[in-house]
């Protein structure tokens, strides 16, 4: 399975041309860049491992925010360092929790039914750290929090989160 060169989740699929390189991963979604592989694997060998893991956590929050709809993808620009402001923080623990029980209430059917989201989608989503193993262990994270638990419930299925509000979650989502 090729590996998105951002988040090392394995990618659905790639292409590497000469002049553009295009993934489509879980946490990032279909993105690409007008770079070939090897110049941007290099742009990213340049960070130390804290700045890289901070700065292709923020590439991958960006293009998962950034992701235009079913038919198209989202593309980084080729200066994407300077002009995403990578050097910039992750959202904090409560920004995270804020946007999981905004994204949850969006995606719920109703009340009463599950909003059936993917851990990598959701954990790129709010704006965790990139974790190779285990994956995804900030939403992880968040989860188990004792102030999440009082906003909402879940029912993990493998990749697959199925979330729902409590009442406290609606009332918070709403303010
Ligand atoms: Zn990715």
Request: proline share 9%; glycine share 4%; hydrophobic share 35%.
């Amino acid at each position: 399975m090729p590996e998105c060169p951002i988040c090392y989740s394995s990618a659905r699929n790639e292409v590497k041309e000469f002049s553009f390189t295009k993934y489509d991963c879980p946490p990032c979604g279909p993105w690409m860049v007008r770079l070939d592989e090897d110049l941007l694997t290099q742009i990213f060998a340049q960070w130390n491992a804290a700045e890289s893991v901070r700065k292709r956590s923020r590439l991958s929050y960006i293009l998962r925010r950034g992701q235009p709809g079913p038919t198209k993808l989202a593309e980084m620009p080729t200066d994407f360092d300077k002009s995403w402001h990578l050097e910039e923080p992750l959202p904090a623990p409560s920004e995270q929790l804020d946007q999981l029980i905004i994204l949850v209430g969006q995606n719920q059917p109703s009340p009463t039914e599950y909003a059936d989201l993917t851990a990598p989608a959701v954990a790129a989503w709010i704006g965790t750290i990139i974790t190779r193993d285990p994956p995804n262990a900030g939403l992880h994270w968040s989860l188990e929090q004792k102030k999440t638990n009082e906003l909402l419930e879940r029912s993990a299925q493998n990749d697959s989160q199925l979330l729902r509000l409590k009442m406290a979650g609606w009332l918070r989502s709403e303010n």
